[in-house]
């Protein structure tokens, strides 16, 4: 049975590169999977760039035959899939609610009427009760987080007590993060049935025996794709945190060093030059 717990800090480039060693070659079919609000590009309220050295790693691996990447995203399909327009990538809106494969193929679960409804409202009180002083508030379409980092300690209390009280009431489950409160609605589907489902379409059934996995997310729905995956692949957690219990392998710092990695799983396809 899968435990979070404190799992090793990646410090250096070389950290990367020994994290991946021996794990696949360039002849094995590899499935990238990646979040891209805080972990590809800096989270903020609009999408925002990734940097330099990511974007150009992501292009040569999104052209690899051997790579099925796969960019999930909380916001809409169509959003993300616009704001990046790569080919040869498979986009997963609202958690892999929506995905759209590099062939055109889409699918699409539909959340029951009422939870969206519920949804929106808790959205729309949230941003009219608690989004002051720099809080605001990200929409997820099924899920909700409301993100405080900036708000002054004097005023921080009394806006979070507040949002806790709007969340649980609204009938949502309430995960608690550093600078953030989550709400999430109490239905069977996250990001690891995403995952799951994703792979499985395209690669059937026994995909967990065809693939070399690779997962890199970084906040508590990412948390249900690497414990899904755990034992069949390699998995990171982006976390600025010290103290942070997670189910991956392995702990990346900040943004920027997602791009360490990324650069790791290039090195493998690079043709060394004698």
């Known amino acids: 049975m899968a435990e979070q717990k404190k799992a090793p800090l990646l410090r250096k480039e070389e950290d990367y590169v020994k994290a991946l060693e021996g794990f696949f070659t360039k002849e094995d079919q590899v499935a990238l999977l990646l979040d891209y609000d805080g972990t590809l590009a800096p989270l903020s309220e609009e999408l925002s760039a990734m940097p330099k050295d990511t974007e150009i790693n992501i292009k040569k691996l999104a052209a690899?035959?051997?790579?099925?990447?796969?960019?999930?995203?909380?916001?809409?399909?169509a959003e993300i899939k616009n704001h990046?327009?790569?080919?040869?990538?498979?986009?997963?809106?609202?958690?892999?609610?929506e995905v759209e494969y590099p062939s055109g193929k889409k699918f699409k679960i539909e959340m029951p009427e009422e939870l969206l409804k519920k949804h929106q409202e808790l959205v729309t009180e949230l941003k009219e009760k608690v989004v002051l002083h720099g809080a605001w508030v990200e929409d997820k379409k099924i899920s909700v987080t409301y993100h405080y980092k900036g708000v002054n300690d004097k005023l921080k209390a009394k806006l979070i007590e507040t949002a806790k009280g709007l969340i649980?009431?609204?009938?949502?489950?309430?995960?608690e993060?550093?600078?953030?409160?989550?709400?999430?609605?109490?239905?069977?589907w996250d990001k690891g049935e995403g995952a799951k489902m994703i792979l499985e379409k395209h690669?059937?059934?026994?995909?967990?025996?065809k693939l070399k996995i690779i997962y890199c997310g970084d906040d508590t729905t990412d948390e249900d794709a690497i414990k899904v995956l755990h034992g069949?692949?390699?998995?990171?957690?982006v976390s600025e945190l010290p103290t942070l219990k997670t189910y991956a392998n392995?702990?990346?710092?900040?943004?920027?060093?997602?791009?360490?990695?990324?650069?790791?799983?290039?090195?493998?396809?690079?043709?060394?030059?004698?």
């Not at 392995?250 to 650069?263: A, C, M, N, R, S």
């Open 64 to 77: 690899n035959d051997k790579v099925f990447m796969v960019v999930f995203s909380g916001r809409d399909l």
């Open 84 to 97: 990046l327009k790569f080919p040869n990538v498979t986009y997963a809106g609202n958690h892999g609610l």
């Open 168 to 175: 649980q009431g609204h009938g949502f489950q309430l995960i």
């Open 177 to 188: 993060t550093p600078y953030a409160l989550e709400g999430k609605p109490r239905v069977n």
């Open 203 to 209: 690669f059937d059934a026994d995909w967990a025996t």
């Open 232 to 237: 069949t692949g390699k998995t990171f957690r």
């Open 250 to 274: 392995y702990q990346i710092k900040t943004v920027e060093e997602v791009g360490w990695l990324l650069k790791a799983i290039q090195s493998v396809y690079e043709v060394k030059k004698k």
